[in-house]
């Protein structure tokens, strides 16, 4: 199974739909009450229905559609016991691993990323996680926006190993991002949230991230198996793409790519580049087990 995925500029969480779930683990809420629009800066926002677009996306979907909320409303997950505090997945801090492939930070600026991620379902501990995902990056450190997307094992966030659809934000355009899953929008943050994505994106990263609480485990990233190059048997993405700074949907070169694995007896990224087949391509992953913090 394969998720595919485009994040552009065009609140919190207005989406998180499990590959797994129902209808039933979360509440249909009136668009404009939902508690992203508590917030201070969103006072006033008035949300963007409608996303102009840079390329011309295919008329069919290739997931399944499942149970919606109506019209108007929205479905916000129920906080489960323990879920309102997880520890952030940036690099600083402690029980982080990643293999990814990142752009190089030379300057230029990206209006949106697209890829193709492989699904996997992984048995992890409360405290663990593991994701595989698109972030979109901005900011000196300290002051740095995020937004991340795409699926992910997180027992303490869901309260079960069920692998989810998941998004995450950190504290000609209109500066707002909107999120795509196959060609329907689901997810979006509007520009007053941001300090500096809602100038564009200064870093696009792809690949996987694991985190664990203590010092001891770390849980298995992708498909729990290290990269290869049959995609029937190694976690992968396909068709990894960015939107440049001219809002033209390309490829991403090889000469701006930066491959980065932090722990390599646990975790691997191998970097296959353009095939007529997959386009732009890479696979990850690990089994994870005694890799520090």
């Known amino acids: 199974m394969a998720l595919r995925l485009v994040l552009c500029l065009c609140v919190y969480l207005l989406f998180t739909q499990g590959a797994e779930g129902s209808i039933a683990d979360f509440d249909c809420v009136e668009i404009y009450k939902q508690p992203a629009f508590q917030h201070p800066l969103l006072k006033n926002h008035k949300i963007q229905e409608t996303f102009s677009s840079y390329e011309d996306l295919e008329k069919s979907d290739n997931y399944e559609k499942k149970e919606q909320c109506p019209k108007g409303t929205v479905p916000i997950f129920r906080q489960r016991n323990g879920s309102e505090s997880f520890h952030l997945n940036t690099p600083e801090h402690l029980g982080q691993h990643f293999a990814t492939i990142e752009t190089m930070l030379d300057g230029s600026i990206y209006r949106g990323a697209e890829t193709e991620i492989s699904v996997h379902s992984l048995n992890l501990q409360d405290n663990q996680y593991s994701k595989s995902q698109i972030w979109l990056e901005n900011g000196p450190s300290g002051q740095l926006n995020s937004i991340q997307a795409g699926w992910a094992v997180h027992p303490r966030l869901y309260g079960d190993s069920v692998t989810r659809f ?91 790519i930066r491959r980065y694995a932090d722990i390599f007896e646990c975790f691997r990224v191998t970097y296959w580049g353009y095939s007529k087949s997959s386009g732009v391509s890479f696979s990850f992953g690990g089994p994870g087990g005694k890799c520090g913090v």
Do not use: C, Q
């Not at 355009?173 to 509007?190: A, D, F, H, M, R």
């Not at 485990?217 to 793409?241: E, R, W, Y």
């Open 166 to 256: 998941t998004i995450y934000w950190t504290d000609v355009s209109s500066g707002n991002w909107g999120l795509k899953l196959g060609n329907e929008v689901i997810g979006y943050w509007p520009k007053e949230l941001f300090t500096e994505l809602n100038k564009g994106a200064s870093l696009v990263r792809y690949g996987g991230n694991t985190f664990m609480s203590t010092d001891e485990i770390s849980p298995p990233m992708g498909n729990a198996h290290f990269p290869v190059a049959d995609f029937l048997k190694t976690a992968h993405f396909k068709n990894v793409l960015i939107i440049d700074s001219n809002y033209k949907r390309v490829y991403v070169e090889d000469k701006k």
